[in-house]
């Protein structure tokens, strides 16, 4: 699958091949919650990173970290240990308003509960990050956003007027309002049906082949998953597989399947996966 972070970019002299950047970089991070018996390493040294213009998802059994890493590498959780880099940035050396200030920027959230304000139109729930950073948008930026995720028609409906998958395809086009460097995802078709879901995962998959967004997702779902460049593996806090493109369900779901019971023979694994 062609990401705009590995297209070739004709040039004056030719064609070059784009180097690949990474917009977020985590770096040995610990996350340690509690004291004494209560004490939990929620993050054991995860040190990754994320290259812009490409769609990861994290997943991992129950409590082995997925939603700790997305928080931390989001600015919304300090880690106990390690550095974290947004689009050059390190978030260790921000103050608290200046990490504000970044996560509203520079940063697009994409959550289960789809959290849209339920007195608000649509459009009105778009354009509130940047009225809360203090802009008022033209009104046709937020009209093209919903656009941009199929909902041009339900600008004046209000949340409870809308489907879940319309009112999370709202919050997706709320978080790329202020075009973020990265978009975080957590579990975002968890409350949603099948097809609402693959509506959802199209959408993010689209963001990042059109227009070159980055996209992390953590999701327990090996069909969201597929939709992804890339898989990484969590168990107890760290990294413990990672798997890349080409990615099916059968694949995601074989690789965990197999650190559950060990190898299966029923699926093979294309080429150039590498768990
Ligand atoms: N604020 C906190 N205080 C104490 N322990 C926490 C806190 N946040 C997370 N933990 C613990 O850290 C571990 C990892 O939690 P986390 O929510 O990151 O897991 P997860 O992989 O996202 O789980 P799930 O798939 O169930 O959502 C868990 O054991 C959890 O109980």
Redesign the pocket.
Known sequence: MSTPARRAAPCAFGTVTAMTTHTVTLTGLR?V??TGT?R?T?LDGVSTSFASGTFTAVM??????????L?CAAGLDTPTEGVVTIDGTRLNDLGEDELTRLRRDRIGFVFQAFNLVSTLTAAQNVELPLRLAGRRPPARDVTAALDAVGLADRVGHRPSELSGGEQQRVAVARALITRPAVVFAD?PTGALDSAASRQVLRLLRALVDDHGQTVVM?T?DPAAAAYADRVLL?AD?RVVDELNGPITAAVVAARIAERETGPSSDVTTPAGSSW
């Open positions: 996350a919650y509690g209560r939990v929620a991992g059994p129950s409590g082995s970290g997925k939603s700790t890493l928080h579990e953590v327990h969590l806090g």
